[in-house]
């Protein structure tokens, strides 16, 4: 079993960046995919991007350009770089173990508890 924990969230102006990490213990965590999921008031929670075992990224529409994803497996953290934040990335983002193909929550699971990012505009 795969523990997640987030961390590096905050208040930041539009315009600006954050990273954010994703720490794991607990089996090889090298060996999966992790995924980046965002969840605003009021609204479902959304796939931001993932990575794969071997380093190969995907993103929404919406983040690509913007947000990069990468990890250090001897560190066994994945990080998500936020850049040119805009006020709707406000909402609490959350990593998990990528268990199949897939962008729905129900493809991943192992969720971390989230951290808060708060883009003012």
């Known amino acids: 079993q795969v523990q997640l924990v987030e961390s590096g969230g905050g208040l930041v102006q539009a315009g600006g960046s954050l990273r954010l990490s994703c720490a794991a213990s607990?089996?090889?965590?090298?060996?999966?995919?992790v995924g980046w999921f965002r969840q605003a008031p009021g609204k479902e929670r959304e796939f931001v991007g993932a990575?794969?075992?071997?380093?190969?990224?995907e993103y929404a529409d919406s983040v690509k350009g913007r947000f990069a994803i990468g990890r250090d497996n001897t560190k066994e953290i994945v990080y998500l770089q936020m850049n040119v934040l805009e006020a709707e990335d406000t909402a609490v983002y959350y990593c998990?173990?990528?268990?199949?193909?897939?962008?729905?929550?129900?493809?991943?699971?192992?969720w971390g508890q989230g951290t808060q990012v708060t883009v003012s505009s």
């Open positions: 990575i794969g075992w071997s380093g190969d990224t």
């Open positions: 607990g089996r090889t965590f090298s060996l999966y995919a």
């Open positions: 998990a173990v990528r268990r199949r193909i897939g962008r729905t929550q129900g493809d991943f699971d192992s």
